[in-house]
């Protein structure tokens, strides 16, 4: 499996960025894709999750009503819309792929294969 990312950019609070995922060599019913991201000096935090395989979508508390996970199943593509962003959005955001099913979408100790992740950052 192989993801690459893109759509990471600078804008300002309460814009939005629609972040892509591409992945090849990927089976959406036996793979699960979770995004994540990492602030400088801060651990790595899930935001996203999707299976298709089991129909299930989660999100973390801080973009709940913000974000959005989607799948694009003919293109192996998913994306995060990130609506209303924050400054403490700011971040390198990763794909990342798994073998479903998942315990724990928002884990990422779940993952075996990741990005290279995409560069967020939103001014006040």
């Known amino acids: 499996v192989q993801l690459v990312e893109s759509g990471g950019n600078f804008v300002r609070a309460g814009e939005s960025l629609r972040l892509s995922c591409v992945a090849s060599e990927f089976n959406f019913g036996t793979h699960d894709i979770g995004w994540f991201r990492q602030a400088p000096g801060k651990e790595r935090e899930g935001v996203a999750w999707?299976?298709?395989?089991?129909?299930?979508?989660d999100y973390a508390d801080s973009v709940k009503g913000r974000f959005t996970i989607s799948s694009d199943i003919p293109k192996n593509a998913v994306y995060l819309q990130m609506n209303n962003l924050k400054p403490s959005d700011t971040a390198v955001y990763y794909c990342?792929?798994?073998?479903?099913?998942?315990?724990?979408?928002?884990?990422?100790?779940?993952?075996?294969?990741w990005g290279q992740g995409t560069q967020v950052t939103v001014s006040s």
């Open positions: 999707i299976s298709e395989a089991d129909n299930l979508i």
């Open positions: 990342a792929a798994a073998v479903a099913p998942v315990k724990n979408g928002l884990a990422s100790r779940e993952y075996k294969w």
